[in-house]
């Protein structure tokens, strides 16, 4: 931490070496106006910043900051969530195969339920108080020198980075809105990139790889602001498009005409004539029908990728400030390495950050990101991985190596080359945030109350790391970090899950004096006089007043006397002794000839005003940033509850092997009750269960269906399950008594569906989304015994 001289000299607070006369020679203290102007404009930096996290008042702007905090809270503890449950999600993806084919031992299948226990919070135990304060100690040391975890992320594999990231994004720097805590973790990332430049020799590799590093960009644009923006830009554009189911725009040769082929065997239900099932892709592109059908549709999709490009550039100044500045770090880096880079291949690097790791996920999977409700059709699908792939092609020198057919879409690369890389330039173009770093800084070092909500087993964790890279990350035992590391010792074992509570971590430097009072650490320096401060500790009381008194608030004129003479006769006690309070500073003020009755005490009513209208406008930009907020928070629940829904299936699906596992070790054993042989109680049919066409259309569960419209009151569906694991879905119709359709569903089968991300059912008549049935039927059959 700089010194405080350092701060103040950074926010244009004066450090000369002129003495503070205090008041033996009080026209010195102010020597001219212009002077005494600039040196109060200087210190009002710090006051400002006091004054819009003001604690003591309670006007409109004060609960909606309450608000807007809240909220902020809420979507950083959501996300953290919706993290733990996508890590979670990835996990089961990866055994998930191992369970469908049958192949994983019991004891493997018990162990993975025993990764997704809840957390008891009777369980387990808290570390000891001196164990608090030294992982304290170690956590702000973490937090406000970015540099170590830099390097710790450069260190860690690709196995421990998801859990470092959580900790990381999500708990070292979960407060996404607060801007000391995101320009901390973007501090974090200039060192990262840096290394990563000094590190990767091949250009063309450098951040493409799958490494800790593009894991942790891509977990950055996840955050509650990145989100924001993607909802904001591209879910209107998204839900227009899926809305034309029937818009087929395959431009694939071979799937083109293979689809032509399905379609004239079914209108004349017979083989065409002279056109082979199978061709090569050649033959495909060759055939003059296939040409006459893609034609059209390259001049849709790059009309439809026209609009999105359109809607993304537009969207420049809504792009989050981290995003943007990651952006500018890219383009100083390449220039730095690489000299002789043209504006070309600097575009490419960054493009493929902005929307290989951003924009185009969010384009080609929306439902993840809570950008449309339910599952977009076939058609809708293939045409927004085209879309994503037109743009990731323009971003980037195109390769039609692997999909030769996508260079018949190079005429829309070549149209906005110009347009994106003035795009990507222009995203580069923020201002940096180090001075006010040092400002935030600075102000936290008075805050009482830095506390972290991080779980035992994050704190673990990383403490693990930190000794396993303790010679990469501190060879010096004269670091701080050794200190700490060498204090605490070795790290405790990771708890069970039922046992990983989260605790308040309160954090506080070892080394740094906290700041108790902004008043004498400003005087620390000499050339902020005691009147000075006075000055504008005067005008933070008088805001404060007309902020608390409504009837005077209300008034268009500002009268410093009446304000102050109003507040010390009402019958509050806390506004008694603040109007008496300031009656006796003005005094005084006058009295050093700093202000003048005769003028109105213009100058400082001036001041007031302003920092009352600045305030007015802050309440504005809450009031409208909470009204943003508040649809990123319900997007963020909706995620939690899509993944809590996939969470549920898997667990279901553990359930049931362990149950079918049992029902197989029985099923020919014979129990003997005294004399008497019993076999095994038969297993009892749950169900059936039924649903109207109607509910499973309003629950997204039907997505696309051939029912006619008038037909579509009549039809209802029965649900069984006569075993663990499977169903039987009955489509039938009012007024007979047999089925129309019946189906047989494993639950190994829809869970496969869903891990080769096929989230469609045929059932003949209807199509059925393959994660909302999973979630019917988890939710239906939960309570089954056997």
């Known amino acids: 931490m700089e010194s405080r001289q350092n701060i103040l000299k950074t926010y244009g607070i004066p450090v000369s070496s002129r003495p503070s006369n205090g008041g ?23 006051y400002s910043m006091a004054a819009e996290q003001d604690v003591e008042v309670e006007d409109d702007l004060a609960r909606a900051q309450k608000r807007l905090r809240e909220l902020k809270s809420r979507i950083s503890a959501q996300s953290k969530k919706n993290f733990v449950l996508e890590r979670d999600v990835r996990y089961l993806d990866s055994r998930i195969a191992l369970l469908i084919a049958n192949r994983m031992a019991l004891d ?38 970015p540099r170590h975890i830099a390097v710790l992320c450069r260190l860690v594999s690709l196995t421990e980075i998801d859990t470092l990231l959580q900790t990381v994004m999500f708990t070292l720097y979960g407060n996404q809105y ?93 083989l065409p004539q002279g056109l082979p099932r199978a061709v090569t892709p050649d033959v495909a592109a060759a055939n003059t029908d296939v040409q006459a059908m893609i034609a059209p549709r390259i001049k849709m999709l790059m009309e439809i990728a026209n609009s999105f490009l359109n809607t993304i550039i537009e969207s420049i100044d809504q792009v989050p400030y981290g995003i ?26 960054i493009g493929g950050f902005f929307f290989l790791r951003f924009v185009n996920p969010a384009i080609v999977t929306p439902q993840a990101y809570m950008l449309i409700e339910g599952i977009p059709g076939t058609h809708p699908r293939r045409t927004l991985t085209l879309i994503a792939k037109m743009l990731q092609n323009l971003a980037n020198k195109p390769s039609y190596a692997k999909e030769e057919y996508m260079s018949m879409l190079n005429p829309f690369v070549e149209n906005n080359k110009q347009r994106i890389n003035k795009f990507l330039m222009d995203l580069c173009e923020v201002g940096d945030f180090y001075e006010s770093l040092e400002m935030d800084q600075y102000m936290a070092l008075s805050k009482k109350d830095l506390v972290l909500n991080i779980t035992l087993n994050e704190i673990y964790n990383t403490h ?54 902004l008043a004498s650490a400003l005087m620390s320096d000499s050339s902020v006089t005691q009147y000075d401060i006075l000055y504008m500790e005067t005008k933070s009381i008088f805001v404060q007043l007309i902020r608390s008194i409504p009837r005077i608030s209300e008034q268009k004129q500002i009268d ?4 102050a003479e109003t507040a010390a006769t009402t019958k509050d006690a806390t506004l008694v002794r603040k109007g008496i309070k300031v009656k006796e500073m003005l005094r005084e ?39 943003s907020l508040e649809a990123v928070y319900k997007t963020i629940c909706d995620h939690n509850n899509y993944l809590r829904s996939q969470l549920d299936s898997y667990k279901a699906y553990l359930q049931n092997v362990r149950q079918q596992t049992s029902t197989d070790l029985t099923s020919t054993s014979v129990v003997k009750v005294g004399d008497k042989e019993k076999k095994p109680a038969k297993m009892k049919v749950l169900g059936p269960y039924k649903f109207s066409y109607a509910q499973l259309e309003r629950d997204g569960i039907i997505v696309e269906s051939n029912v006619p419209d008038n037909r579509r009151q009549n039809i209802y569906f029965n649900i069984t399950s006569p075993i663990p694991g499977t169903f039987i879905i009955a489509l039938h119709y009012k007024g007979r008594d047999a089925a129309i359709l019946e189906m047989d569903l494993k639950l190994d089968d829809l869970l496969e569906k869903q891990q080769d991300n096929v989230m469609s059912l045929d059932l003949e008549y209807v199509q059925l989304n393959v994660p909302k049935i999973l979630q019917l039927l988890n939710k239906t059959f939960a309570k089954r015994k056997t």
Request: charged share 30%; hydrophobic share 30%; with cysteine.
């Open 108 to 145: 493997e299948k018990q162990e993975v339920e025993s990764t997704f226990e809840d957390t008891d919070s009777s369980e387990g135990t808290f570390p000891d108080d001196r164990k608090m304060q030294q992982y304290g100690n170690l956590f702000f040391l973490l937090q406000t020198e």
């Open 560 to 563: 410093l006397p009446t304000i």
């Open 24 to 46: 033996s020679n009080k026209r010195t203290t102010m020597s001219t106006t212009s002077s005494r102007t600039s040196k109060r404009y200087s210190v009002n930096a710090l």
């Open 464 to 517: 693990a790391l930190l000794i396993q890279h303790e010679e990469v990350l501190a060879p010096s035992e004269k670091s701080h970090l050794h200190i700490l590391l060498d204090d605490i010792g070795p790290a405790p074992p990771q708890v069970p899950r039922k046992e990983n509570k989260t605790i308040e971590l309160p954090l506080f430097s070892r080394w740094e004096t906290p700041i108790r009072d």
């Open 178 to 270: 607060e801007s000391r805590e995101e320009h901390l973790l973007l501090t974090m990332f200039q060192s990262v990139l840096s290394a990563q430049f000094e590190t990767t020799l091949d250009f063309n590799s450098l951040l493409r790889a799958n490494t800790p590093v593009s894991r942790m960009m891509t977990t950055y644009t996840r955050r509650g602001p990145g989100q924001s923006y993607l909802k904001s830009v591209l879910s209107e554009r998204i839900n227009n498009l899926i809305e034309h189911k029937e818009l087929n725009l395959e431009i694939n040769p071979l799937k083109v005409y293979q689809q032509m082929i399905k379609k004239i065997e079914e209108d004349t239900n017979s």
């Open 324 to 349: 943007r500045w990651i952006c500018k770090q890219i383009r100083s880096l390449t220039k730095r390495k690489y000299p002789d880079a043209n504006e070309f291949a600097i575009c490419s690097l």
């Open 589 to 627: 003020l006058e009295e050093v000839q700093i202000m003048d009755r005769e003028d109105g005490y213009r100058l400082m009513t001036e001041e007031v005003a302003q920092e009352l209208a600045h305030l007015g406008n802050l309440r504005e930009k809450i009031t409208e940033e909470i009204r």
